[in-house]
């Protein structure tokens, strides 16, 4: 669809809810009288799709297997259904279609996308993020990043092996807190989120995230989202605030979404409060990087290495490292977390190797007392 048809039916139907379809058609043959039945139809469609659903990128996100989503400018458009990235020949439109779709989502939210404003973030649905950047943050014109969670691919924790899952059921019924890190797309969400469902059904969830992507079955989950500054500079509540919240709300297990940042220190303060089984994930290459990122993170807020190794020795049992094997997700290792001296340590508990088979390693012994 034409920006220029689609801001005259934005106009023409402002304030109208759910405008019917014969409606819709007669404004756009008054804008564009030359249209055939079927142009006129696929105009229909279009506009809908700007309204109701994801614009240009309408066609492609129809697919539910789709776990990313990446348009280069109007150069190239990826898809990963979880086998790797794929390049696809479908049309998504030019530059300005792209731009002008952004943008009426960033109006949407109280926001701008343009020049002054070249990048934008938004949840498009429950378990689907949106990211947009602009030159010349980014060569080439505009560039889409889409990333579904498994809520809507439909994809689960069916990669776990039954004997893992068995320690795993252990972890969460004897109430121990733990992270989850690993890579981009190693499974850490579809992993808490398999957890969280093993828990008690007595149990009082509360779940902190910048953006929704935990999706578990279980009949007391209270799910609390950061907001973004408006266009004014207004709103604002990150997740150092929905945490001082939460401590308010009586729950029984405190998870947060990711910790990428500040919010660190006030996540490990919460859950040295008496607060057991809290959770979440964080992005490392490997189980043994996990204390030197989160003290890393301190230190970005002048917490020194030696508080947040206290913290953090206090504040989590365990550690799960995940990783890939041969393009299938894995659990690489369970390890105890132990502050000793002021410095922590990862130890190894139990390791999967790469014919899934499980190995029992030094933490083994202590791992097994604490469930």
Same mark, same amino acid.
Not at 3 to 16: C, M, P, T, Y
């Given at each position: 669809?034409? /920006?220029? =048809? ?6 023409? +139907?402002?304030? =109208?809810?759910?405008?019917? @379809? ?15 039945? @079927? ?13 109701? !659903? ?11 297997? &789709?776990?990313?989503? +990446? ?12 086998? !790797?990235?794929?390049? =696809?020949? /479908? ?28 990048? +934008? ?13 602009? /030159?010349?943050?980014?060569?080439g014109g505009i560039h889409i990043s889409i990333r579904s969670n498994q809520s809507r691919t439909g994809s689960s924790s069916n990669w776990l092996e039954p004997e893992v899952s068995k320690y795993l059921f252990k972890i969460i019924r004897?109430?121990?807190? +733990?992270?989850?890190?690993?890579? @981009? !797309? ?15 059904? @007595?149990?009082?969830?509360? &779940? ?7 999706? =578990? ?40 979404g990711e910790v990428r940042g500040r919010e660190i220190i006030d996540f490990l303060l919460a859950l040295n409060t008496g607060h057991d089984g809290g959770c979440g994930t964080i992005h490392a290459n490997s189980a043994r990087d996990v ?70 390693? &030094? ?9």
């Amino acid at each position: 669809m034409s /920006s220029e =048809i689609f801001h005259k039916l934005q106009n023409d +139907f402002a304030g =109208i809810e759910g405008p019917g @379809t014969k409606e819709i058609v007669e404004k756009i043959k008054i804008s564009a009288p030359w249209l055939s039945e @079927t142009q006129l139809e696929r105009e229909h469609r279009n506009f809908d799709a700007w309204v109701n !659903g994801y614009g240009p990128l309408q066609e492609i996100l129809a697919d539910r297997k &789709i776990t990313d989503l +990446f348009v280069n400018g109007s150069g190239s458009v990826w898809v990963d259904r979880g086998f !790797g990235l794929l390049r =696809i020949t /479908s049309e998504v439109g030019n530059e300005k279609i792209l731009r002008e779709f952004i943008n009426y989502l960033a109006l949407q939210r109280g926001r701008l996308f343009d020049d002054a404003h070249p990048f +934008f973030d938004a949840e498009l649905e429950r378990g689907l993020r949106l990211h947009a950047i602009l /030159s010349p943050l980014v060569e080439g014109g505009i560039h889409i990043s889409i990333r579904s969670n498994q809520s809507r691919t439909g994809s689960s924790s069916n990669w776990l092996e039954p004997e893992v899952s068995k320690y795993l059921f252990k972890i969460i019924r004897a109430r121990r807190s +733990f992270l989850i890190s690993g890579g @981009t !797309g190693a499974g850490k969400t579809t992993l808490l989120s398999a957890m969280l469902e093993m828990t008690e059904v @007595t149990e009082r969830i509360l &779940i902190l995230e910048d953006t929704h992507e935990l999706r =578990i079955n279980h009949p007391h989950v209270v799910q609390m989202q950061s907001k973004l500054a408006n266009s004014d500079g207004a709103g604002e509540w990150n997740l150092q605030d929905l945490i001082r919240q939460a401590l308010r709300m009586r729950p029984t297990r405190i998870v947060m979404g990711e910790v990428r940042g500040r919010e660190i220190i006030d996540f490990l303060l919460a859950l040295n409060t008496g607060h057991d089984g809290g959770c979440g994930t964080i992005h490392a290459n490997s189980a043994r990087d996990v204390p030197s990122r989160i003290a890393a993170l301190g230190l970005l807020h002048d917490v020194s290495r030696e508080a947040m190794n206290a913290q953090l020795g206090s504040a989590f049992d365990l550690l799960i490292h995940l990783h890939s094997v041969n393009n299938r997700r894995s659990i690489e290792s369970i390890n105890l977390v132990k502050e000793i001296s002021g410095v922590v340590e990862i130890i190894p508990a139990i390791t999967i190797n790469s014919d899934f088979g499980i190995n029992k390693e &030094i933490g083994f012994e202590e791992f097994e007392k604490m469930l």
